[in-house]
């Protein structure tokens, strides 16, 4: 009888652990309407991917890393996708069309509004990288640094829908949670 307690006790204990760190990853997550973002990369990205020479090559998309993330590691994969994609892949792109441009510096702002919704985060050390979170990343970036940097910009800048999706998804099916 007194093991039977002690088990109940025990497992409650443990649930609420786990819904108290369940809110706090939820906390972390930023929900924002994409439909902007997503809607701006669509009337670019043939122009993009016209300029991609390296057909055969992926940075992302084959990587299925972003598929194999886990809800513990969405805060830490889009915290450095976005630094990834603020700090290398549009400061290396450099684009002489101005309505890509434009739309480019667009896409941009949001991220950059994004890196700061996380920093809350970061600051309470919510936004945890395990080991499956810093691979993930490491594969994307050593894919991108085989590539000529111009060329790497241009091909991660065309597979921007894909990190367009996860954030999309998984920020829908985590906020739900």
Not at 120 to 142: F, G, L, V, Y
């Amino acid at each position: 009888m007194k093991a039977q307690r002690v088990s109940l006790l025990l497992v409650a204990a443990v649930l609420f652990l786990c819904s108290v760190h369940a809110r706090g990853l939820r906390r972390c997550l930023v929900s924002m309407d994409m439909r902007h973002v997503v809607e701006s990369f669509q009337e670019i990205k043939k122009a993009i991917q016209a300029k991609d020479t390296f057909q055969n090559v992926t940075i992302l998309s084959t990587s299925e890393t972003l598929h194999r993330i886990k809800p513990l590691d969405v805060c830490c994969v889009t915290k450095n996708l976005l630094a990834f994609y603020v700090d290398k892949v549009f400061k290396d792109h450099q684009e002489l069309n101005p309505q890509i441009l434009r739309k480019l510096s667009s896409i941009a702002n949001f991220f950059l509004y994004m890196q700061k919704a996380l920093q809350p985060c970061q600051k309470q050390r919510q936004c945890h990288c395990r080991e499956e979170a810093t691979n993930a990343t490491r594969i994307i970036h050593d894919n991108y640094d085989q590539l000529e940097v111009r060329s790497a910009a241009i091909k991660s800048l065309g597979e921007l829908d894909v990190f367009l999706a996860w954030l999309d998804k998984n920020h829908r099916e985590n906020s739900a949670a």
